[in-house]
Nanobody
Framework: QVQLVESGGGLVQAGGSLRLSCAAS????????MGWYRRTPGKQRELVAV???????NYADSVKGRFTISRDNAKNTVYLQMNSLKPEDTDRYSC??????????????WGQGTQVTVSS
């Protein structure tokens, strides 16, 4: 089994910062792309940021210049540093990873999500 466990969400005032973490555990052989998504109830899931196994990154236009995605391959962990937060960043953030298991099969896995609330 493979699990993704997120942490770091919470309540912050506009202009503040939060750092999200997502750690993969279990029968992980290798991890390809890792990313963060967000979805407010009733809205479509939105890609926030993604990072490849080689470190290439891509961001949603709405977060460019404010959010930074990074990863620690030794710890099977991806991070999302969120600065200059705005009320419209309020959402539930979920981690996604494309993981190859020791058995050889590859799947997309999702974390349970962590709530980020930005007050004005």
């Amino acid at each position: 089994q493979v699990q993704l466990v997120e942490s770091g969400g919470g309540l912050v005032q506009a202009g503040g910062s939060l750092r999200l973490s997502c750690a993969a555990s279990g029968s992980v052989f290798s991890i390809n792309a890792m990313g963060w998504y967000r979805r407010t109830p009733g809205k479509q899931r939105e890609l926030v940021a993604v990072i490849s196994s080689g470190g290439s990154t891509n961001y949603a236009d709405s977060v460019k210049g404010r959010f930074t995605i990074s990863r620690d391959n030794a710890k099977n962990t991806v991070y999302l540093q969120m600065n200059s937060l705005k009320p419209e960043d309020t959402d539930r953030y979920s981690c996604n990873a494309h993981i190859t298991r020791w058995a050889g099969a590859s799947y997309d896995y999702w974390g349970q999500g962590t709530q980020v609330t930005v007050s004005s």
